[in-house]
């Protein structure tokens, strides 16, 4: 282990960036430039550490040897750049660079408010999201997991209205309140276990503490008990059911927030923090030693309840997303389950489905970044939010769509996309484990044909049909799963849709489609409730009728482009869809970084080899079960988990 400053300076640069993003705020070039440029220099930070990680080196920087000045009694505050931390820091600082430019082209392109301040809390985001990564303990971990749903908050409520308001105390009771008060209890009954056996630590091994694992021994119900603590602190923002419906209503935030809660940042930070408890703080040894007594049922791994979770949670969420016409709430539930992949294979213990699991990472935040990237730069060029008004949309935005279907592919698992790599890898996990594990194969196979079951409706309708003429054809003919009836309905049909729902967006039906949604009953009480995702943009001029205009009428709005394909309530305009070409769609701001993540899904899945994550991923690996990753599947699991914990 080295001593270096760099896991520190790859936290504060973008720190140091909010000082310069708030002075510049009279200046917009420049205070998205200090966005770029803090990028920029984090991400070159972790990289000029990634290869001396990779060769073993274990980088640190701890507050005690610096100052001298002790944060807990035996407990350090420190940072340290492993192979798990680097893995995320280096994921999250290179999206942020893509994301930085998005950004600068989706608020510009809305003309929203407050910029300083949104700019300013996404740099906040990232330095504590590399603080999580870059964490040497659950100490520091947690003052950190804290710290990101405090700086994300203003983020989520950005507009400023009853729903964001509502949304953003919601995210906070969840992510804060909830989940870091599980996050606390657990890290407390770590440390007086740990102290029951000597000294008390709670600094990461691969593999596992060995002061918990010994002091296990002596308290086996205690361990158990905050075992389960740090799964679900760590698992609201995972977005584990129950703990996940903060998720979809946070939609209400700007899209390039949406990127960064679903991608980037947040939900990642819970996914990220179940590995560390399961590699680095109980280790599959121990997780397979301290089974609990089930009445009925007998003795059960601490891994089969939080597996059994994941499997229904991926699942489930993937049921809701099919019935979600708002493309953005579709997205969220799509990653709920996503996340519950990664859960899933980091708890069926075996080396393979934990390689898949911590693949899965990087393959799903550069597919889902893509499809948020698509849905932001639908919203900014046409108003439109509804999947059942994006008909023949294609034409329209034909690169921004194209990218959506690698984006979506990749959700489905389907080569050449990275989320196939991922998924195969923890199929053959669970295959290896056989018995009950073939139960979560199962539940893996069913969510990926209901990915594409939700998918590919969005890129039928935008590519195979339509303004004049199409039909949602839905997979079960009844409410829940669509009416027969086309989405051009007419007036025999009672303007009843496919969805269930009906075709006029007026506000009234915008409230009734977000009854699923915890904050619908209190904001509808609002006169200023709109529906999530800014339907219309929270500083956007809106014609004081143009809520009691028809859908047919169409209020029109001047576009970024010079003409009037654009209009405020969504859907094509009247004389239908205007054709353009992949250069003229929208601005390069917003199309070159929607090009270049799609294509790193692409690179991720066609090269996986030569791909940084996977070898990162392999490593973690290895150093968890301290055996080549060559060799791993030749070992039988219980053989491997034997030698873990001796």
Known sequence: MVADIRPLAAVLVSAVAIVLIIASHRRPNLREGWSVLAALAKFGIVVSMLPAVMSGTVFKWSLAESTGIQFLAGIDFALRADPLGIFFALLASFLWIFTSFYATG????????????FFASFAASLSAAVGIAFAANL?????FYELLSLV????????????????????????????GVFLLAGTVMIYWLTSLVGGPTLAFEAGGMDALAAAAQVEPIYAQTAFFLLIAGFGVKAALMPLHSWLADAMVAPTPVSGLLHAVAVVKSGAFGVARVILEVYGPGLIHDLPLDVPGIGEVGLNIPVAIVAAFTLTAASIIAMRKDHLKRRLAYSTTAQLSYIVLGLSMLHPYAMVGALFHIPAHAFAKLTLFFCAGAIHVETHTDYISEMAGIGKRMPLTMAAFTVGAAGMAGLPPIAGFVSKFYMLIGAGAMGGEYWLFAGALLLSAVLNIAY???????????SEDYHDAKPLLEFPSGGLFESYATTAD??????????????????AADAADSDTADTAAEDDDYEYAVDKYPS???VPDDA??????????????????????????????????????????LMLAPIAVIATGAVVLGVVPDYAVFLELATEIVEGVFGTPFGELGTVPFDELVTEVSA
Not at 106 to 117: K, S, V
Not at 139 to 143: G, H, Q, Y
């Open 547 to 588: 809520h009691s205009e028809s859908q047919d009428d169409h209020v029109s709005s001047v576009d970024h482009h010079g003409d009037h394909d654009d209009h405020l309530t969504g859907g094509p305009p009247v004389a239908g869809w205007q054709r353009r070409s992949p250069f003229t769609e929208s601005t390069w």
């Open 106 to 117: 989706y608020m510009r392109g809305l003309d929203e408010h407050a910029q300083t301040r």
């Open 455 to 465: 998918f590919w409706p969005i890129v039928y309708t935008a590519f195979f049909e």
């Open 539 to 541: 500083d956007h001029t």
């Open 139 to 143: 100490v520091t971990i947690f003052v």
């Open 152 to 179: 994300t908050y203003p983020l989520v409520a950005h507009n400023e209205d009853s729903e964001a308001r509502i949304a953003g105390r919601k995210y906070l009771t969840y992510t804060f309140f909830g989940g």
């Open 493 to 510: 049909d009672d303007g009843v849709a496919t969805d269930g729902g009906e075709t006029d967006r007026s506000d009234a039906a915008d």
